[in-house]
């Protein structure tokens, strides 16, 4: 490998490490894990208006991780009052999840933080160079997921 190559890797890993220190990736609720804040964000992106909320199966099926996983998740996040259980209308067995109005509540004030972050960061870039980075970060993504860029 050649010098450029060697210096493009040493700064990557800095600049992405980096990420895990902003304040900016914590969740805005105190004493909840940015993983259940995720959660949140998958159960409300995959429910409808009438599909009577979302099994823990299909959540952890989403989310790339074992349903024991979301199970203990959804308990925290119950017991703070931002997701319900009920019973399936069709079968009594099936437990199926929903956001309740505090769950709304918290999600609507995470996404107001996190478009003032990113509105400082399109101020400080530039748009243009927001867009290059967006872009950019598409492509890591992709890269990332086995994709081809």
Known sequence: MVDTDEEAIRRLVVAFGGFKRRQWAK?????????AM???WRLKRRIS???????????AEE?????PHVTQTIHELEAK???????DGD????VRLSLTVEGETVLLEAKRIMQGHLAG????????????LAELLDETNLYFDGGCI
């Open 91 to 94: 079968d009594r067995r099936v």
């Open 27 to 35: 969740s805005p609720v105190p004493d909840l894990k940015p993983s």
């Open 38 to 40: 995720f959660l949140l």
């Open 121 to 132: 960061l399109v101020r400080a870039l530039g748009v243009q160079r927001s867009l290059l």
């Open 49 to 59: 208006d009438d599909s009577g909320g979302l099994r823990v199966k299909e959540l």
């Open 81 to 87: 009052g931002f997701v319900r259980r009920d019973a």
């Open 63 to 67: 989310l790339h991780v074992s349903p």
